[in-house]
Nanobody
Framework: QVQLTESGGGSVQAGDSLRLACAAS????????MGWFRQAPGKEREFVAM????????FYADSVKGRFTISMDNGRRTMYLQMSGLKTEDTAVYYC???????????????WGQGTQVTVAS
């Protein structure tokens, strides 16, 4: 069984920075992919970024490329999402997830955290 716990959400002003963390427990294969997703009010959940458990191959959605940085500390079994230049449209509940394959498709991810709220005010 895998458990994922997000932290670091909060309320900030546009242009500010925030760092989310996702702590993992349980058995995670080194071939796993870890991902961040988000769901804004009234919208479907969408892909934000992903990275291999080994820390290689970060990949981003176009909407966050150049502003967000995903990283992996597998010694601490924790994934991070450093968010800079936040915009009001980044307001959402952010979820971390673990998947078997290196893909942004949500169907690949079979373990999810409970989510952490990020609110960006103008």
């Amino acid at each position: 069984q895998v458990q994922l716990t997000e932290s670091g959400g909060g309320s900030v002003q546009a242009g500010d920075s925030l760092r989310l963390a996702c702590a993992a427990s349980g058995r995670i294969f080194s071939s796993s992919t870890m991902g961040w997703f988000r769901q804004a009010p009234g919208k479907e959940r969408e892909f934000v970024a992903m990275i291999r458990w080994t820390g290689n191959s970060p990949f981003y959605a176009d909407s966050v490329k150049g502003r967000f940085t995903i990283s992996m500390d597998n010694g601490r079994r924790t994934m991070y999402l450093q968010m800079s230049g936040l915009k009001t449209e980044d307001t959402a509940v952010y979820y971390c997830a673990r998947g078997y394959q290196y893909t942004a498709s949500q169907s690949n991810y079979n373990y999810w955290g409970q989510g952490t709220q990020v609110t960006v005010a103008s």
